[in-house]
């Protein structure tokens, strides 16, 4: 304790009441206990660095869903520190403003320079996973990359070989994955999966539901246009954090619409803190009960949008639907309780599941249906759950339903919307390989790839996966092990060297992935390699960056530049350049791209370079409205979705349901409509509750993006890995606030400081995904690694990752 | 007579991103365990469990970012006892190093904590306003970071006439030490003199 000096204040408040920061806590020592030194931040900087430094432009491009602009001081080719963008006057109106970087951008200098971070080619040296590695130079590393290539392509075919997701480099023409996809597809092809860790349920469940999948409403600044919005589990504060991208954008919309923003989420996100009007909390995998009440109440209080429905939506009621069905199979007849399971889906009926009281759930369906238009959207998380494709198309439901989809400051129900400028990318090509598995499903085809079928696994493009993975490149990602469901289950697998044969793990650090490779190549990271970036797909603006790089830190590479080389060993290296350097290649974009796109660059890239960034306006009120032309008429700009409506009844779903071979466990089973379903690990399943009674979530974590930034130590002492914990929780197992804690389940084990805070809703904890895997001798994490808890099960429609969908206990050490 | 200045933080805006945070340790070097700007997180509300499984509560939480308020009655200054803790004739309450021996009285009597002991450098170490920035016309590493433009800087008698001294939970009271810190309360603001531990995160703030 801190002696407690006289009170200088007027006031006789006690000091001990006073807000006392700068207490030492033990979070503080372990990491301080890092041990992170400061060998390659400059020696000494007792002054700020000056205001009149030169400043290069370079940016970050990972996948937030936003990219930023960085501008590094730079000293004898190493970054002193890093600034933002000050380049224009904010005008948020006219689609200008400073596209200034989060915390994470903001501790690039750190994070570059880290005693972790990848200097030179590594090889394997002891059993795979061990960490154990030595030196080797790049000629060795590149010669055993291609043989090995080679060698699986001949024994296996090209199907053996697998790009693995990842997303650690979202935007740049020549950083991204194309390199790897180009010098792959010149080579006969590769395994890839379809779709992604992100959102793969909302994907496939807004395909059959609208005909199109992927951020398909209004941009989320669309809300300065109407009365009220409401956020089903977006979480738009945390998840869209840069000072150029939508956190930004809706605070200034909200406040030009003086809008009403309902935010409904298990947490009491930082969304709530800044946007939202009101908090309903909700518990987890729940959403679509919600949005069948709501439902309920809109058609038994006459507040559906008749007109809309009847002439753009199929299988609303036993009047839309298709011929060849029961009537009784309508959306309408699952509300009241007419349809098959004989339930109606009263507020009641909800309010037990979704914890949400009764009165509420009616008031709020009332606001929904007396606004118009009514902006109406959701989060990612929702559908990232067991039954997630169900609960995004509920949620979608609604704005069919009141008809707010093709409005301006309405919306279709789908995840926050955009409308990104366009930047150029590496031409990849065409993959002779047809057949692909689901993105989460690859570790499956590591053991059995060839037994896969398309009614069981999801295969597309043929009936049967051809090839079992033998070969894995992990560029820029860490979904190899850390962000991939069940840790201790993909460890079985990937430990068998015989399985998958070789696994190359290019990365700018030592990554848990990292850990697990065979040969690992160090990567320049964003700042180390010139590029052209513009706005990632989050954002709503229109601009360029064309950026200098500063010298790549000791051995690391552009992964173009390591595509080039291991052309030139499998003999395609005309092919894969055409003649080009890297340099012709950014002309070549800039050209062909960028100045179609932006007539008003310069003529030279050079000249481009020199002044670093361009915006070009775009008004905020003539950012489009989505699916207006299908609103104004549907014959004329039908849906691509087989009837061309919007379907809330779908055969091509009711043929799935009733075909595809699914594990039969709870709430694995695909309804042609959007309903609620219970599942295996939700808060139905009593079972599993009986030993692991709290249901866990993996939220986002504004320390990092996804696991990337994850072992910065600045980042880190202000935004600890922590498992979040209501009050009443805690009280019933004794633990207080900041103490170490067992989490677990019969999967695994991680030991973890909790966070108790009425911010999350009692029965529900989160542990932020993305922190890196750390396991003892024992098995158990102590990096905080959600993964280590979660289930590698599917979800039944798109195979998606359900990793909100978690059953746990927390106890005392 | 020089100008002066005052911090201006919008809580309505602040989402607790830290991005001046980490601005300002960049910039200024500084070490772990060590962060001149802070952004305390304000929570309060309870929990109700009902019979049919439904919940009500009244959960509330906002941030705000401090820093060295550079007050009117700088405690720190006063406490100091070989006057190495100054205030500079344009308002910047600052640490002449050659002066200090590392005492740590100014930061206990602080009742933002704000001076911290640099521990290689042995000396105490506070924001300074972003002096060098100042001088050249540009803003404050943290309030031109900032993605949210809840930070702003401005003319200090200015901003205090318009906006008062911050006087919001989890901060001592404006009167202790008259701040120069203009605050735009959150909506759901406490005062400061709560009694309540509203302090929601102690263990981040270093
Ligand atoms: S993580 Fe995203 S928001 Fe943060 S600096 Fe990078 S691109 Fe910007």
Redesign the pocket.
């Known amino acids: 304790m801190k002696k407690n000096h006289s009170n200088h204040g007027a006031h006789s408040v006690s000091r001990r009441n006073v807000l006392k920061f700068g207490v030492a806590s033990g979070a503080m020592a372990s990491v301080g206990s890092l041990g992170l030194g400061s060998i390659f931040c400059p020696a000494a900087q007792a002054a700020p660095a000056l205001p009149h430094e030169d400043f290069l432009t370079s940016v970050?491009?990972?996948n937030?869903g936003?990219?930023?602009i960085l501008r590094p001081v730079v000293q004898e080719g190493r970054v002193m520190r890093v600034d933002t963008d000050n380049s224009v006057e904010d005008n948020w109106q006219e689609g200008i403003f400073q596209v200034r970087?989060?915390p994470?951008?903001?501790s690039m200098r750190r994070h570059m320079y880290a005693p972790n971070r990848l200097q030179y080619p590594l090889k394997r040296t002891g059993e795979r996973g061990s960490g154990k590695f030595e030196r080797i130079s790049w000629e060795e590393a590149l010669g055993t990359i291609a043989g090995k290539l080679v060698e699986c392509k001949t024994k296996y075919g090209n199907e053996s070989i697998c790009s693995l997701y990842a997303s650690g480099v979202q935007v740049g023409a020549l950083m991204r994955r194309e390199s790897f996809y180009r010098l792959m597809n010149l080579m006969g092809g590769f395994a890839l999966g379809t779709s992604d860790y992100s959102s793969a349920q909302n994907q496939y469940g807004m395909k059959y539901l609208y005909g199109q999948s992927g951020y398909s409403g209004n941009p989320t600044s669309d809300i300065a246009h109407t009365k009220l919005a409401v956020f089903f589990g977006l979480n738009i504060t945390e998840t869209r954090?840069?000072g150029g991208?939508l956190q930004y954008e809706v605070l200034e919309a909200k406040r030009k619409g003086n809008t009403r923003v309902i935010v409904i989420d298990p947490r009491y996100t930082d969304t709530c803190i800044t946007i939202a009007d009101e908090w309903i909390p909700i518990r987890p995998g729940t959403d679509a009960a919600l949005a069948s009440a709501l439902a309920y109440v809109l058609i038994t209080e006459n507040m559906v949008d008749n007109d809309f429905v009847r002439t753009h939506v199929q299988g609303f009621d036993a009047s839309s639907m298709p011929e060849g069905f029961a009537p009784n199979l309508s959306y309408k007849d699952y509300i009241l309780g007419t349809g098959e399971d004989a339930t109606p889906k009263t507020p009641q009926w909800a309010a037990a599941l979704t914890g949400i009281p009764a009165t509420r759930i009616i008031q709020l369906a009332r606001e929904i249906g007396g606004a118009k238009p009514c902006y109406i959207t959701q989060g990612w998380g929702l559908q990232r759950q067991a039954a997630g494709e169900m609960n995004t198309m509920a949620v979608a439901a609604l704005a069919a339903l009141t008809g707010n989809v093709g409005l301006r400051g309405g919306n279709n129900g789908d995840l926050d919307g955009y409308s990104p400028g366009v930047s150029p990318r590496l031409p990849a090509g065409t993959n002779p390989v047809k057949a692909r598995f689901p993105t989460f499903l690859w570790l499956r085809a590591v053991e059995r790839g060839t037994e896969m079928t398309a009614l069981r696994d999801g295969i597309q493009g043929a009936d049967r996966f051809p090839a079992n993975i033998k070969f894995i490149w992990n560029y820029a990602g860490n979904c190899l092990v850390n962000q991939h469901s069940d840790i201790n289950e993909t460890r079985r697998v990937l430990s068998d060297t015989s399985k998958c044969e070789m696994i190359v793990v290019m990365d700018t650090h030592m990554t848990a992935s990292a850990q697990w490779a065979d040969i690992v190549l160090p990567s320049a990271s964003y700042l180390e390699q010139p590029d052209i970036v513009g706005p990632?797909y989050a954002m709503n603006t229109d601009w360029l960056a064309f950026t200098t790089p500063v010298k790549p830190f000791f051995e690391s590479r552009p992964v173009y530049d390591v595509c080039v080389d291991l052309a030139k060993r499998l003999g395609i290296e005309k092919e894969f350049t055409e003649g080009r350097s890297r340099e012709d290649w950014l002309e070549y974009l800039y050209e062909t791209n960028c100045r179609k796109n932006m007539p008003t660059l310069p003529e030279t890239l050079a000249e481009a370079r020199k002044v670093g960034l361009f915006m070009r306006a775009k008004n905020r009120d003539a950012l489009p409205v989505r699916f207006a032309d299908f609103r104004n008429d549907p014959v004329a700009n039908p849906l691509k979705t087989p009837s061309g409506k919007i379907e809330l009844f779908s055969p091509a779903l009711h043929t799935i349901g009733k075909t595809w071979e699914l594990e039969p466990v709870l709430g694995n089973r695909i309804p042609p409509s959007p309903q609620y379903v219970a599942t295996w690990e939700g808060f139905e399943d009593k079972e599993g509750k009986a030993k692991f009674p709290l249901q866990m979530i993996t939220s986002h974590y504004k320390g990092r993006?996804h696991s990337h930034y994850a072992s910065v130590d600045w980042l880190l002492e202000v935004m600890p890995q922590v498992l979040w914990m209501n009050p009443l929780d805690a009280q019933k197992r004794g633990i207080e606030h900041n103490e170490i804690v067992r989490v677990f389940n019969g999967r695994g084990e991680v030991r973890i400081a909790v966070k108790v805070t009425p911010r999350i809703m009692p029965g529900v904890v989160t542990m932020p995904q993305g922190a890196w895997y750390k396991p003892d001798a024992n098995g158990v994490d102590h990096g905080g690694c959600a993964n280590t808890l979660t289930l590698y099960r599917p979800s039944p429609l798109a195979k998606g990752n359900p990793q909100h969908t978690n059953l746990v206990e927390v106890s005392k050490l | 007579m020089k100008k002066s200045y005052a911090f201006y933080m919008d809580a309505s805006r602040c989402m607790g991103c830290k991005a001046c945070v980490i601005a300002c340790k960049d910039g200024h070097d500084l070490p772990l365990g060590l962060n001149w700007r802070r952004v305390p997180e304000c929570t309060g509300g309870a929990w109700a469990e009902h019979a049919d499984g439904t919940y009500t509560q009244n959960v509330f939480s906002y941030y705000l970012s401090v820093a060295c308020n550079h007050c009117e009655s700088p405690v720190c200054v006063k406490a100091c006892p070989t006057g190495a803790m100054h205030k500079t004739e344009d308002g910047i309450v600052q640490v002449d190093a050659t002066r200090c021996v590392g005492c740590n009285n100014c930061a206990w009597n602080c009742p933002y904590s704000a001076p911290q002991l640099d521990k290689s450098k042995k000396h105490m170490t506070k924001c300074n306003f972003c002096r060098e920035r100042l001088e050249v016309g540009q803003k404050p590493l943290c309030v031109a970071a900032c993605p949210a433009r809840a930070l702003d800087f401005g003319p200090r008698e200015e901003l205090i006439a318009k906006y008062g001294r911050a006087n919001i939970a989890p901060l001592p009271p404006a009167s202790m030490t008259e701040p120069n810190l203009a605050v735009v309360a959150h909506k759901d603001a406490q005062p400061a003199n709560t009694r309540k531990p509203f302090l929601a995160n102690k263990e981040e703030l270093s």
């Open positions: 970050c491009a990972n937030c936003s990219t930023c970087a989060c994470r951008g903001r954090m840069s991208g990632s993006t």
